[in-house]
């Protein structure tokens, strides 16, 4: 059998999110783990890259220092979507399956290149439903949640946290880039090997140190979107892809 859960969100309704950023240049990193009531974990692992000796700081250690950087808490409901409510209440039932990945939709990723060719990475999410408290998982581990090397590109992850974990994801993407393959090539034969050793979807989404760029997963969907010279790209589902004038979409979008 599985180890006793002795303390859980499932009781307390409470989110914990975990975030890290990456710079290609220079390797550096910072990332934040089993933070509550901060509104910009991946602004607060950039603190931590950019102001501290360190690369991850946690939970109680995470919040003396954001409030050391003059970083403000809000309040712990203000991360709480209606939809994200729901679904924790409904994974409190008897026959629910809380494991399931797919509805998972609180995890946010970024990828960049400059004109220089510098890559960075940022990845920040609340990790899965009804975790146990004090769970961390994929996204602060760096090389899982996200990885940059100009050397070779970068990579932002999602999915079932502890499976990416397994196979650290970010880099073994990155890994098969090294070894020649195309970005999409590495994004399918990474999922898939995670698909297959341990039975893990996710996603991912990768840039080239020449820009190449892709969004892959294994999971039913993945929202994505791109610019590149003015022009933006989406999808959400295998193969959709909808191409407009990034202005055009800005000004829709109410900015
Ligand atoms: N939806 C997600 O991406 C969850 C995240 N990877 C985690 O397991 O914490």
Not at 27 to 48: D, E, F, H, M, Y
Not at 206 to 225: D, M, P, Y
Request: net charge negative.
């Amino acid at each position: 059998g599985k180890a006793v859960v002795i303390i859980n969100n499932s009781g307390l309704g409470e989110v914990e999110m975990d975030a890290i950023i990456m710079d290609g240049k220079n390797l550096a990193s910072g990332a934040v783990s089993a933070v509550k009531c901060i509104a910009n974990p991946i602004k607060l692992s950039r603190l931590v890259m950019e102001k501290t000796e360190h690369m991850l700081l946690t939970d109680q250690g995470a919040h003396a220092f954001a409030k050391a950087m003059g970083v403000p808490e809000i309040p712990g409901k203000k991360l709480i979507t209606e939809r994200s409510r729901e679904r924790w209440e409904k994974n409190l039932e008897a026959d629910s399956n809380p494991q399931e990945i797919e509805k998972d939709l609180g995890t946010v990723g970024a990828v960049a290149i400059d004109n220089e060719g510098n890559v960075a990475c940022a990845t920040s999410t609340g990790g899965l439903s009804n975790k146990m408290v004090g769970r961390v998982g994929d996204t602060p581990c760096i090389g899982c949640g996200g990885y940059a090397d100009n050397n070779v590109g970068a990579t932002s992850t999602t999915g079932h946290g502890e499976s990416i974990m397994k196979v650290v994801l970010a880099r073994l993407v990155l890994y098969h880039m090294e070894q020649g393959m195309s970005a999409e090539e590495a994004a399918d034969t990474a999922l898939n090997y995670m698909k297959t050793r341990v039975g893990g979807l996710g996603g991912v989404i990768v840039i080239g140190k020449s820009g190449e760029w892709t969004a892959r997963f294994s999971t039913k969907q993945l929202s994505w979107a791109a610019v590149k010279d003015d022009q933006l790209q989406h999808g959400i589902n295998l193969g959709e892809l909808h191409t407009q004038p990034a202005e055009e979409a800005l000004v829709a979008a109410g900015f």
